[in-house]
């Protein structure tokens, strides 16, 4: 069993609950520095990326919390960056785009067919009837961009979807509002 596999069953155990403590809380987490827990500085976003940031329910860098840490580089997490519309706006493009085709959910993995329907299309009409549908508490996870093949921990070429320009978008703003304007990072995979 890999240690990914061994953490994730400990954390979903009910008999006996895990211990959350080493765990960090976003809600709580504080600039500790004996925990190498940083807050970064934000930068402001150039001129010509102010209207892409509205667009897209961001708020202003200014706004955020960013934090890095020091015992995991590379890893930044960025708080409180979209504004209440904003977050709504991405809840409902995950629930209806990226949880139809070519993108992937977990529903498969289920065996659930759609027979050609999006999640959302399936869900809609039995909830409009009051009907309960097992298949709104189903849905977990979809994938974008590139595909984790679980069982091989790997990723392929030939098994991947298109990266919603919007999103490659997103992850420019994040990415200057987080001092890295020059990058060249390309989104490529993506879970929602």
Known sequence: MDNFKKLFKYYKSKKPPPDFSNVFNLHELQIRAEESIYCKKHHPLPHELESLRIN???????????????NHPGLIIISNAFTNDGAMSWIKKCLQQFSESPYRTNLTNLGIDLEGKSWWSSIK???SRDEPTKLVSQLRWSTIGYHHNWDTKEYSEVDKSPVPNEVEFLCQLFL??????????????GIS
């Open 56 to 70: 897209l329910g961001v708020r202003k860098p200014s706004e955020w919390l960013i934090y890095t840490f020091e």
């Open 125 to 127: 009409g039995s909830l």
């Open 176 to 189: 200057c509002g987080a001092g890295y304007p020059n990058s060249n990072f390309k989104a490529e995979a």
